[in-house]
């Protein structure tokens, strides 16, 4: 065991401390570490895919982990807990050598001063590199790696089997999805990608993103294909006057500005901003950057258009951010559907006569989608719903609902590596 394999492993359990014991989004957790960015790349590589598959499939190893351990980890052992998940998830989903996965999660426990649990933590791995395909038995990935409270929700809105589905998908790596600022066949040669029928480009080998051809000059940025939709559905906007509120990382932001829009950005977060500027350069177009809060945000004028890509559970986006079925709740939402509620009343204040709307949300929960929606319609008698059409969404007309609006599934396009999870309703203000 050399100390690289102990530094990348050492990195995992400290985000995944933080993640799970703390709270914080995974994203956050690794971007505040300080060892994790000295770690060469095929570390860091390694780390990411360590604690994406210990997330993605939690439920499992709970599962497998609860018949080895008498009494539950916690208080100051709780760190022991996140070392027996990291060498669980190695044995039973990474094909670690069980040597490896073994001697590296011992050294953790001493490193992390929990020595009284060594001799636990080497007979609970061993027990499960001998025994795992026994452990793990004819349970039910898709059910077991779920919430119960996610599973219950989606099941009363999709019925069982589209629940299952779901949660099928969520336990498969999501591909890398780049939109490109022009050219897109070109690109799509160079990058040795797929062009998918909504023009993004999906592209299934590894590789660090950076060293990736057109990166430094912009010619793409990674987006998921269903958060290209947004900005799509408002049509032509050439010169047109657009507001991109709640907009960081910036992906919706480039699009507008890529079909030659006037964008002005809005968005509370500093250092998100700072980072779309960032963007924005790198690919050579340029936006109105806005740092405030979107609710309150007063521009003393109005626009042709605005898209709403509001805050939201995440739920939609499990294939890429396996951590958010472990930290938010029920309640999470319920205080979400407020703040998207006076997001929503305010911003239909800062359209013009004829203005479109565009509401997005990357949430599979109907109380922040067409709930919210269906409310505004309800409470601002100036707005109309503009039904989608089948050809504005082609390869993915059955992401349209009766009511017209958009519903996209990760269960969609199962044979291309599906998509993340979106509702999107669009309204013209008359």
């Keep these: 065991m050399d100390a690289t394999s102990l530094a990348s492993r050492r990195a995992a359990l400290d985000v995944l401390v933080a993640c799970l014991d703390k709270g914080q989004p995974l994203d956050d957790a690794l971007s505040r570490h300080q060892g994790f960015a000295g770690l060469d790349p095929r570390d860091r590589a390694f780390v990411r895919l360590l604690l994406a598959t210990t997330l993605r499939r939690l439920g499992e190893i709970e599962e497998a982990l609860a018949g080895l351990i008498e009494r539950p980890l916690g208080g100051a052992n709780a760190a022991g807990r996140q070392i027996l998940r990291l060498g669980a998830a190695q044995l039973l989903f990474l094909g670690t050598p069980p040597h490896a996965a073994v001697d590296t999660s011992v050294r953790l426990a001493e490193d992390a001063r929990l020595p009284h649990l060594k001799g636990l933590i080497n007979a609970v791995l061993r027990r499960i590199s001998r025994d795992g395909s026994a452990l793990m038995g004819d349970r039910d990935p898709a059910h077991l790696n779920t919430p119960q409270w996610l599973w219950e929700s989606w099941a009363d809105a999709y019925g069982e089997a589209e629940t299952r ?34 023009g993004t480009l999906r592209r299934f080998g590894g590789g660090a993103i950076t060293e990736l051809p057109g990166f430094a000059e912009g010619a793409w940025w990674v987006q998921d294909a269903a958060a290209t939709l947004p900005a799509r559905l408002l049509g032509d ?12 990382p910036g992906g919706k932001t480039m699009q507008l500005c890529a079909a030659g829009a006037t964008v002005t950005a809005v968005d509370i977060s500093a250092r998100r901003m700072t980072r779309l500027g960032e963007n924005l350069a790198r ?9 405030a809060d979107a609710s309150k945000w007063a521009p003393g004028r109005t626009f042709d258009a605005l898209l709403l890509d509001a805050p939201c559970s995440g739920t939609g986006t499990l294939r890429r951010h396996p951590d958010i079925a472990w930290l938010k709740d029920e309640e999470d939402v319920g205080r979400l559907t407020l703040t998207q509620d006076r997001l929503l009343m305010h911003a239909t204040e800062l359209l013009k006569p004829d203005g479109m709307l565009v509401y997005a949300v990357c949430s599979l929960q109907e109380d922040e989608g067409p709930a919210r929606f269906k409310a ?12 989608v059409e089948p050809v504005e969404l082609p390869g993915l007309e059955a992401a349209i609902t009766r009511d017209g609006d958009v519903r996209t599934l990760p269960s969609m396009w199962p044979d291309r590596g599906g998509l993340d999870g979106f509702f999107i309703g669009r309204a013209v203000r008359v």
Excluded: Y
């Design 165 to 198: 589905a779901i949660a099928a998908a969520h336990l498969i790596e999501a591909p890398l999805d780049l939109t490109p600022r022009s050219n897109a066949d070109f690109w799509a040669g160079q990058l040795e990608a797929e062009k998918m029928p909504t």
């Design 237 to 248: 906007i050439a010169g047109k006057s657009v507001a991109d509120l709640c907009a960081a």
């Design 376 to 387: 505004l319609l309800g409470r601002d008698k100036r707005l109309r719903r503009v039904p």
């Design 283 to 291: 690919a050579g177009l340029t936006a109105e950057l806005v740092t």
